[in-house]
């Protein structure tokens, strides 16, 4: 019943029921998070060749490593064979990878696979930049001897194969559906494609100036040696935002290209590719794309709180891609108000035992994925004898690859009246600049607002009773825990 109810505190916080800046104060306070371009990495998890991947700024653990095999007799035809219904029209070298807003847990294993979460989607709209992104995409061959074979390796693993092609969509869209019907009918995001010559040595594109297929000789975990063909494609961005409404998906078709364009021209549904090629991925080979992003992390709110003899800060955090690319690791021996998300408070006393309290970040329960990563800090100021006086609460807050820091300044006052700067929480991202959605707040002991200003306002009034709750829910659950 704690943890709900303090989830359900966190909640009507988030809703940010705030004024205007009253005073001098709420200037040096603000949230500030960052629109800036952002390099950002998103890579794809290959499991096996047959199911959807998931996609995410993940990377995938460096001890997993696969060339996933479809099976014998899997050539792609549908290029060749057209007619409804026909059985040898199969399509084998078409692969799909979706936005996860979780983990892969490449620690637990289910039917066979590191386990993964069914939530698709993203916490808000993702904003991109620039024009083109790039896409990095692996392909191996073994001549002679297969996967899991017993058999020495071929002393030759190369298959020579003229006009490879690898070409890649990104849609809006995220839903399963029969066929990937879904998938396909979105609107398009981005697109690109390269053509290359398997061999053993480095082919650049003909058909793609700006991409281009290099060879890497790989030695397997049982020592086999493989031959594995980065394709690197530039993909031309359509638009500009990815809606959180939408998603997005990724389809990614490897074929052979006829170069007069008579045939086999419609690389989205209908291509010819015999069975010699495995999608590959490695420690150093992980298929991803190299995306800059203009949004990539941002603070929603900060509430310090008076709670009896101690000072409670709530904050709330989170990233559009979902609330596991929030760093929430801390730093060891720094009762966790330092590390991915760190905490410092400045005054006229040391704040030496402040402390992470709680930290609510839902990346394991159905559907709540994309919800903010709720952190609250404690700082027992009596207990440490702080001295009267204005204390300045900052906030960083870091994506899981560290390329980007939001930043939030709060205030508290101890002395004859106990005064806070509280700030959030965000609706868009039009509010993603300083000294916006502050407020100045006298409270009692026991967190509840007593400004002439609140005392006007029924928001105001709830707020300061749903936070006095909310921090002795956090308080409570951190002593039952």
Same mark, same amino acid.
């Given at each position: ?20 800046? +009253? ?92 386990? +993964? ?41 190369? *298959? ?6 690898v070409h890649a969509w990104m849609r809006t869209g995220e839903e399963i559906s029969i ?34 297929? #290099? ?65 590959? #991925? ?43 690319? *929030? ?16 905490? #410092? ?32 800090? *404690? ?12 204390? @300045?609460? @900052? ?25 806070? @700067? ?60």
């Open positions: 019943m704690t943890t709900k109810l303090a989830i359900a505190t966190v909640a009507l916080l988030a809703l940010g029921l705030f004024a205007a800046p +009253t005073s001098a104060q709420a200037v040096t306070a603000g949230i500030t998070n960052p629109l800036a371009p952002t390099p950002t990495n998103l890579y794809f998890h290959v499991l096996d060749a047959l199911q959807e991947m998931p996609i995410n700024t993940q990377q995938p653990d460096p001890a997993f490593a696969k060339d996933a095999p479809v099976g014998l007799a899997t050539s792609s035809t549908t290029c060749l064979h057209q007619a409804p219904g026909d059985p040898f029209s199969q399509e084998y070298h078409q692969y799909y990878g979706y936005s996860s807003p979780g983990y892969v847990e490449y620690n637990v294993t289910q039917n066979g696979v590191p386990r +993964t979460h069914p939530e698709r989607g993203l916490s808000f709209d993702v904003l991109l930049d620039g024009d083109t992104f790039k896409l990095f995409w692996y392909i191996s061959t073994q001549a002679g001897t297969p996967t899991g074979s017993q058999l020495p390796a071929s002393a030759d693993p190369y *298959v020579i194969v003229p006009n490879v092609a066929g990937n019907a879904n998938y396909k009918s979105g609107t398009l995001i981005a697109e690109g494609e390269t053509v290359g010559r398997l061999g053993n040595a480095v082919a650049t594109s003909t058909d793609s100036p700006t991409g281009k297929v #290099t060879y890497h000789a790989y030695r397997d975990a049982q020592n086999r040696d493989i031959a594995v063909y980065e394709y690197e494609l530039s993909m031309k961005l359509d638009t500009k935002t990815i809606k959180k409404e939408s998603g997005y998906n990724m389809q990614v078709a490897v074929f052979i290209k006829d170069p007069t364009g008579a045939v086999c021209n419609d690389p989205a549904n209908k291509i010819f590719m015999p069975n010699v090629s495995k999608l590959h #991925t490695s420690v150093l080979y992980r298929p991803h794309m190299e995306i800059s992003i203009m949004n990539p992390i941002r603070i929603e709110y900060m509430h310090p709180q008076f709670i009896g003899d101690d000072m409670v800060i709530h904050t709330s955090s989170n990233s559009p891609w979902g609330n596991y690319d *929030v760093d929430e690791v801390a730093a060891a021996g720094s009762n966790g108000i330092k590390g991915g998300i760190e905490l #410092t408070i400045a005054g006229a006393s040391e704040a030496r035992s402040a402390y992470r309290a709680a930290v609510v970040q839902r990346y394991h329960e159905h559907d709540h994925h994309t919800e903010a990563v709720d952190v609250s800090f *404690v700082w027992p100021y009596k207990t440490d004898g702080a001295k009267d006086g204005t204390y @300045t609460i @900052t906030l960083k807050v870091k994506n899981d690859q560290g390329t980007a820091t939001a930043v939030g300044v709060a205030q508290f006052q101890i002395g004859k009246d106990l005064t806070v @700067t509280k700030c959030g929480g965000l609706e868009n991202i039009d509010a993603a600049k300083s000294n916006q959605n502050c407020i100045n707040e006298k409270q009692d002991t026991n967190g509840n607002a007593i400004t002439e200003e609140a005392k006007k306002s029924p928001a105001f009034e709830l707020m300061g009773l749903v936070a006095s709750l909310g921090a002795v829910a956090t308080l409570l659950r951190r002593r039952l825990a």
